[in-house]
């Protein structure tokens, strides 16, 4: 009976000292490569591939060990013992950088936990300790890059300003516009009423309008709110401001390919703004159009859309039929993880099918087959990661008129957007 008992406890000794060796030689692995967290305490932790070699792996030097020399029952090589008392001491290793990302030079260590912050050539200057408020509001700035495609490339066909996303995507974005010099705002009824509801004759007005919009997608299908507030800047009528006419609509994507994306949008304009102040039209329109966007290579993307405004119960002679079409080109200038810079181009025109505008005389003139066409170069930049609101973009954009109908003399416009 002795003799059984004699093995057993042979056999525990050999496994808890097995244990301990591997336990050590964990210790000194993870302390060697330069990672000042805490140790895991959890008898399932293991270490990460590229510390159970040191000596290959993080270039790290056992001084006064021979690696030849194996004593361990688990096959390790045996470590000098620990300093009594002190958990993870590896004052006996040393380790040799040579421009390895992983030795203690390349970590910020953060306080506030045990997740240290790696900054392994990081591009930017803002290279930011993860728990300071700073890395908190500009996180995109404290991520180092990965090596693959960037956050550009999930962004750049959702880049442009004035045209519509084909792709339909869950968003919230606030927009402020200013517009000069808008000609003739009473043509066709497309930005305010005729004078015999509206104001007045006039004969060009400065706007500057903030825009709440919420797209709110499903597959391949998404529901459309836009809520504008305008100031107006009249040259003979008198300075107003207030809301707009509210947008609802909806879009659907026939074609949702890998190169082509294709979409059906609806758009209805209530005629919610007071309409003696310029504020409204005075009528309700539906717009039908047609979004289209191709992927020319993984980081340039075609646009292209053709909308078509149809008043309902406008004021005759002067409401009329709109065409809205544009096309444009969006593409990645750099990108990171968590940061892009996204420069947009567009082609914007409105082509004025039938109706009647006032001249500055109050002589009333036809407008049918006016054009106003508009070049508007942009930027956007996304500042990632997603954070609690969403993935952050912000982009400037402007219009210059193209002839001599033009519908503004200039535009810019400044948008803020969040998408979830």
Not at 371 to 395: H, M, N, Q, Y
Request: aromatic share 8%; charged share 20%.
């Amino acid at each position: 009976m002795l003799r059984p008992l004699s093995i057993l406890t042979s056999l525990c000794v050999a496994l808890a000292t097995a244990r301990l060796g591997a336990e050590e030689w964990r210790a000194a692995s993870w302390a060697a490569t330069g990672n000042r967290q805490e140790r895991p305490v959890d008898d399932r932790w293991e270490a990460p591939l590229s510390n159970q070699h040191p000596s290959r792996d993080a270039n790290v030097e056992l001084v006064g060990y021979d690696e030849s020399s194996v004593g361990s029952p688990t096959g390790l090589p045996t470590l000098p013992p620990l300093a009594p008392g002190v958990a993870g001491d590896v004052s006996e290793l040393t380790a040799h950088h040579d421009d390895d990302p992983l030795t203690p030079e390349y970590f910020q260590t953060c306080e506030h936990g045990t997740n240290p912050l790696e900054c392994v050539d990081c591009q930017s200057a803002l290279c930011l300790d993860g728990c300071s408020p700073w890395a908190r509001l500009l996180p995109f700035a404290s991520v180092p890059p990965s090596g693959d495609v960037g956050v550009g490339h999930e962004r750049v066909g959702l880049a442009t300003f004035f045209l519509d996303s084909a792709k339909p995507f869950s968003h919230v974005s606030f927009s402020w516009e200013k517009a000069w010099d808008v000609a003739a705002p009473d043509r066709s009824e497309f930005f305010w009423a005729s004078p015999t509801t509206g104001p007045g004759a006039e004969r060009s007005v400065d706007v500057n309008t903030l825009t709440a919009r919420l797209e709110l997608a499903s597959g391949r299908t998404a529901a459309v709110f836009a809520a504008p507030l305008r100031s107006l800047d009249p040259e003979f009528n008198d300075n107003t401001a207030g809301i707009g006419d509210l947008v609802t609509g909806a879009k659907v994507a026939l074609v949702d390919g890998n190169d082509w994306v294709l979409t059906h949008q609806t758009l209805t304009y209530l005629n919610t703004g007071p309409v003696n102040r310029g504020l409204g039209t005075g009528h309700v329109a539906m717009e039908p159009g047609l979004l289209a966007r191709y992927r020319w290579t993984d980081e340039c993307y075609l646009h292209g859309e053709v909308r078509y405004r149809i008043p309902i119960s406008g004021t005759k002679p002067f409401a009329g039929e709109v065409l809205v079409w544009g096309t444009g080109v969006s593409w990645i200038a750099c990108e990171t993880d968590a940061f892009a810079i996204l420069p947009t181009f567009e082609v914007v025109g409105h082509s004025f099918f039938d109706g009647a505008r006032t001249t500055s005389t109050g002589t009333v003139v036809d407008v049918d087959g006016e054009t106003a066409v508009e070049l508007s170069p942009g930027v956007r930049f996304v500042l990632g990661p997603a954070g609690d609101l969403g993935l952050a973009e912000i982009g400037v954009s402007g219009g210059v008129n193209v002839g001599d109908r033009g519908w503004a003399a200039g535009r810019l416009m400044v948008e803020a957007r969040w998408s979830f």
